[in-house]
């Protein structure tokens, strides 16, 4: 359990030291549904671990008309139905006189002094010395008002360290595109420098993908086999179960390349890929991350069709529920072309890299929800106990499974016990729940605790961003000069369509089955 109010510090230090001021977190979306199920739950479990320091608060902005007590009331139903840890009806009645709600219509200019002054309000009466964090969950289209609007009320204060800090969290899509990234990264530029924003991706938050960097440079075995000569191939899966559902849309507007593809599965790529950072500075781990992106080998014209496949769900059954088709998705027009599923082959071209293969899929209405890392390391020769060439040898792997359940396993080669001189794969494997004993943290609270001690190497820089698109843009224009009416059909209820593996099987692999 977390500590009481009056047994926590005024301040805590995370784990690399840094320290967690009190603050003021202004979330725009308060009423929304991100902030009910991750971002309420997520302050909520960080002030049970003690994580929290004694003052903090947290202030809801949105357009529904609630009082403060309706507001708490929502948080009390999202830490009920999504918190990581049980509702303690003690520490509850302290988390919620930290929780404030304001209605405010962010088109408005006049609405930001009304913000100003609520802000301030409750800065003095819960005695907060001024730091604040802008949380934007909000559309895109909502970022460049709300920043002109935070900086004309006189909310953001500089970031030379003069006075209390303010930061920003952008949560995606930042744009469509190469063009609107940079409008958006420009108007929030305008307002707050670039160690004042934080641009979140959960991925990154999660324990597994943390524990990528301490496989690949806290273990000796793994870093000097990290490599072309080692490593046959890498496969990154994000498969969801869900169909588009209430988000058709949002998902109309985007795809699963734009939704997916440009931000959580080339962040991956890039812990998977980065070459050793000299320290776990913000900047330096950064650094490494776009270096893998600039990289990348460009997927431009005849190229797109060869190393990429879209497709969209038709009409299936998962876990017994009938799944309509995508086109018969409510709010999705009949004639889309909007892809639910994307499989990329692509390459870093580098020294460490050079003609290795990485395959990215990703899709909806798949058969289960899971994503994993798998990295699979090349075959041994054909002689001794690989010499049957009819029976070959199933190569080592070491998979990384980020969710549902985070752990790794990794495959390796036994003797099977017997006269006969008989090989079979073992796999010698972790769950974080089992070896930890007590559920990881979720993304948001990992994410959000960084932002409160202003440490920036779990977010994307907006070079990072702009590298991602600039790589995306490319596959959009293949695609537009394509104008296919209609895409690849995959069945809901399975892994993706024929295309899709056909584009591994040509290589002579195949896709794992999670």
């Known amino acids: ?116 002054r609520a802000t301030e309000k409750i800065e003095a009466e819960m005695k907060l010395p001024g730091h604040r964090i802008f949380y934007l969950a909000i559309p895109p289209t909502s970022m460049a008002p709300v920043c002109k609007g935070l900086q004309q009320a006189g909310l953001v204060t500089p970031s030379d360290g ?32 670039e160690s004042q924003t934080f641009r979140i991706d959960h991925y990154l938050g999660k324990e597994t993908v943390q524990n990528l960097l301490v496989i690949r440079f806290a273990n000796s075995i793994f870093e000097p086999i990290w490599n072309h000569k080692y490593i046959d191939h890498v496969q990154i899966t994000v498969s969801e179960a869900e169909g588009v559902g209430t988000r058709a849309t949002y998902y109309e507007e985007s795809g699963a390349l734009r939704d997916m593809i440009q931000n959580h599965l080339l962040q991956l790529l890039c812990l998977v890929a980065m070459e050793p950072p000299h320290s776990l500075d913000p900047d330096v781990v950064r650094n490494a991350k776009i270096a893998v992106l600039r990289c990348l080998r460009p997927i431009t014209g005849a190229d797109v069709e060869r190393f990429v496949v879209r497709a969209q769900y038709s009409h299936g059954k998962i876990h017994g529920a009938e799944v309509p088709g995508y086109r018969r998705e409510q709010g999705v027009h009949p004639d889309s072309t909007t892809e639910t599923y994307v499989a990329v082959k692509c390459f870093v071209e580098n020294w460490r890299w050079a003609g290795v293969p990485f395959y990215l899929r990703t899709g909806k209405a798949m058969p289960k929800r899971a994503s994993e890392i798998a990295v699979q390391f090349k075959d041994i020769p ?4 690989n010499a049957d060439p009819v029976k070959p040898q199933a190569p080592n792997l070491l998979t990384l499974r980020i969710q549902p359940e985070e752990g790794l396993s990794l495959r390796v080669m036994s003797r099977v016990p017997g006269t006969r001189a008989q090989t079979h794969p073992v796999e010698m494997s972790f769950k974080y729940s089992e070896v930890f004993g007590t559920p990881s943290p979720e993304a948001y ?28 843009t490319e596959i959009l224009a293949g695609w537009t000069q394509e104008s296919s009416r209609w895409l690849p059909e995959y069945q809901a209820g399975t892994w993706g369509p024929v295309e899709a593996d056909r584009l591994i099987q040509s290589d002579g692999r195949a896709w794992r089955t999670l």
């Not at 302050?43 to 007590?69: E, I």
């Not at 303010?166 to 940079?182: F, H, M």
């Open 382 to 385: 054909q002689i001794l106990f």
């Open 1 to 116: 359990m977390g500590e009481s109010k009056e047994n926590r510090p005024a301040t805590i230090e995370t784990g690399r030291g840094a320290p967690v001021e009190p603050c003021t977190v202004i979330i725009f979306g308060g009423s929304g549904d991100l902030a009910r199920r991750r971002l309420l739950p997520a302050l909520y479990n960080l002030l049970l671990d003690g994580l929290l320091p004694a003052n903090f608060a947290v202030l809801g902005l949105g357009r529904k008309s609630l009082t403060d007590q309706e507001f708490r009331a929502i948080a009390r139903e999202g830490v009920t139905t999504f918190s990581r840890q049980a509702l303690d009806e003690p520490q509850w009645k302290d988390f919620e006189r930290h929780l404030f709600y304001r209605s405010a219509d962010i088109d408005d200019p006049a609405s930001y002094h009304d913000i100003k």
């Open 162 to 193: 003069s006075s209390p800090y303010s930061r920003v969290i952008v949560e995606k899509p930042i744009g469509r595109d190469l063009e609107s990234a940079r409008q958006i990264n420009g108007t929030i530029g305008g307002v707050f420098d």
């Open 445 to 472: 609270e990992r994410l959000l605790l960084d932002v409160m001690a202003g440490d920036a190497s779990r977010f994307m820089r907006r070079d990072a961003v702009e590298a991602s698109w600039a790589w995306i």
